[in-house]
């Protein structure tokens, strides 16, 4: 947490406003404050500083799990983690108690990365790809077809679930939508990826993508303190719900660790692989 759809619903409302929020495209910074110095993993806080400072702000997209800010020389990328948000404010707030890194803009507009847990990371780069070029494609692009989804996953013969969790292979999935997709697609999370039949990858990546999609028009997931404004919440299949009947076959769901992960799923739906 948060996952892709939350990423994404926060790139929307840095990019295009909401409600008396204005966007942050085409703002310059006027100053920068960092109140936990491992918040920044590069460059040195002197560094930062004079970099950013007075660079104007082209675009914002999302890239896997990661937030992306094109300035006019660098790219600004956060990772969120665990628990990281973004808030935008005026400058006359007083600042979050979870502030960890404060960018200043004109007309009196302040970013606040918020990171209860100091898992969150911030990049000043001059090249996104030094910090990007690893992410596996995105799963809601239209060039990634059933086809390249099948032939990743014979590649390997790993478990479904951590599979899809690994950045390198799918950028952007997390646990919520891993285990709510693989329910959709009736896989089990254990099954090894090599035995996935083609009409089966292709049942999972659309059950994936329909996920994702479904997530972002509620504007991700809200399951505790940490994201706030997501109402997916109310849609979960499996997820969170151990001992809940499936709303397929009315069987009570059961949580296993996969990976070191608390994994959700339904044995009757979901039959474990041979």
């Known amino acids: 947490m948060p996952e892709l759809p939350e990423v994404e ?3 929307k409302r840095l990019t295009t406003g909401n409600g008396a929020q204005t966007s942050l495209v085409g703002l310059t910074v006027q100053n920068s404050l960092v109140l936990w110095e491992r918040t920044l993993a590069e460059p040195d806080l002197t560094e ?10 082209v675009g914002i997209s999302r890239r896997g799990k990661y937030l992306v800010f094109s300035l006019s020389a660098d790219y600004l990328i956060i990772h969120l983690r665990m628990s990281g948000d973004i808030l935008i404010a005026e400058q006359r ?17 302040r970013m606040t990365f918020l990171d209860p847990r100091k898992f969150g990371r911030a990049w000043l780069v ?47 999935m997390g646990n919520i939508y891993t285990d709510e997709a693989l329910h959709m697609a009736k896989i089990h999370p254990l099954t090894r990826s090599n035995a996935i039949s083609f009409d089966l990858a292709q049942n999972l990546l659309q059950c994936i993508q329909r996920v994702l999609r479904q997530a972002i028009e509620r504007h991700g997931t809200s399951i505790d303190w940490i994201y706030r404004g997501g109402d997916y919440q109310r849609s979960l299949r499996v997820y969170g719900r151990t001992g809940s009947p499936c709303p397929d ?3 009570p769901v059961e949580r296993i660790l996969v990976g070191q992960r608390g994994t959700h799923f339904c044995p009757v739906c979901q039959p474990a692989p041979a």
Not at 48 to 57: L, P
Not at 93 to 109: C, G, N, Q, W
Not at 138 to 147: H, K, S
Request: one cysteine or more; proline letters at 5%; a negative charge.
């Open 93 to 109: 707030e007083a600042l979050d108690t979870y502030a960890r890194l404060v960018i200043d803009f004109e007309h009196s507009l």
């Open 48 to 57: 930062f500083h004079q970099r950013i400072n007075g660079q104007q702000v």
């Open 126 to 172: 001059a090249e996104k790809h030094t910090i990007l070029g690893a992410l596996g494609p995105e799963p809601l692009d239209e060039a990634f077809t059933p086809n390249l989804f099948y032939n990743q996953l014979q590649r390997y013969r790993r478990q479904i679930k951590p599979l899809l969790l690994d950045q390198t292979f799918l950028a952007g």
């Open 9 to 11: 619903t926060i790139v």
């Open 249 to 251: 076959c009315a069987t």
